[in-house]
T-cell receptor, first 116, second 114 residues
């Protein structure tokens, strides 16, 4: 149980375009999902907390107009990187908290974004 | 806010030996401490966790110990195997607020040589 999927797993786009990444909890409902960014050989950096039915909460230094987050249902959160630039290239990972109220976060497999 | 330090950054062990990774945290209100294993190009996988009301937890070859007074916790892997090679991250969180946001350590690259 507690499987989280991400789509796509890998995306290459041109500078200036927007890219949407989906995060789904497959066998449980998640009121809260988190979006992380990870640079090569570095730790996970929390970008934002996504709560179903309400606006996302962004960490300091993360541009909310650049990284649009929508959590429209208990099983789906999306991250849209708008007007992507090469510096946005990174590994983006989502995680989900289970409805049972436990503290465990279950991570997706990640999405590798490359902006040319 | 919370600050988590993790050591060592890299760890090479011979197959069959034990591996120990240590983390310290700064926020005395942190009460949940998970450990994640991340293989190259994949998302982190929860391998074991411990809550502040417990001092030690074991699951087969993996164990975690917590010293609340000293604010440190450690991951112990016994009888290491080549498939244990990965990056391991510790994390700390407060379950009572901020939706239980995690503060991660910097990670430890573990290499198990046959």
């Amino acid at each position: 149980g507690a499987v989280v999927s991400q789509h796509p797993s890998r995306v290459i786009c041109k500078s200036g375009t927007s890219v949407k990444i989906e995060c789904r909890s497959l066998d449980f409902q998640a009121t809260t999902m988190f979006w992380y960014r990870q640079f090569p050989k570095k730790s996970l950096m929390l970008m934002a907390t996504s709560n179903e039915g309400s606006k996302a909460t962004y960490e300091q230094g993360v541009e909310k107009d650049k990284f649009l987050i929508n959590h429209a249902s208990l099983t789906l959160s999306t991250l849209t990187v708008t007007s992507a630039h090469p510096e946005d290239s990174s590994f983006y990972i989502c995680s989900a908290l289970g409805l049972a109220g436990g503290p465990e976060q279950f991570f997706g497999p990640g999405t590798r974004l490359t902006v040319l | 806010g919370e600050n988590v330090e993790q050591h060592p950054s890299t760890l090479s062990v011979q197959e069959g030996d034990s591996a120990v990774i240590k983390c310290t945290y700064s926020d005395s209100a942190s009460n949940y401490f998970p450990w994640y294993k991340q293989e190259l190009g994949k998302g982190p996988q929860l391998i074991i966790d411990i809550r502040s009301n417990v001092g030690e937890k074991k699951d087969q070859r993996i164990a975690v110990t917590l010293n609340k007074t000293a604010k440190h916790f450690s991951l112990h892997i016994t009888e290491t195997q080549p498939e244990d090679s990965a990056v391991y991250f510790c994390a700390a969180s407060r379950t009572t607020d901020s939706w239980g946001k995690f503060q991660f350590g910097a990670g430890t690259q573990v290499v198990v040589t046959p």
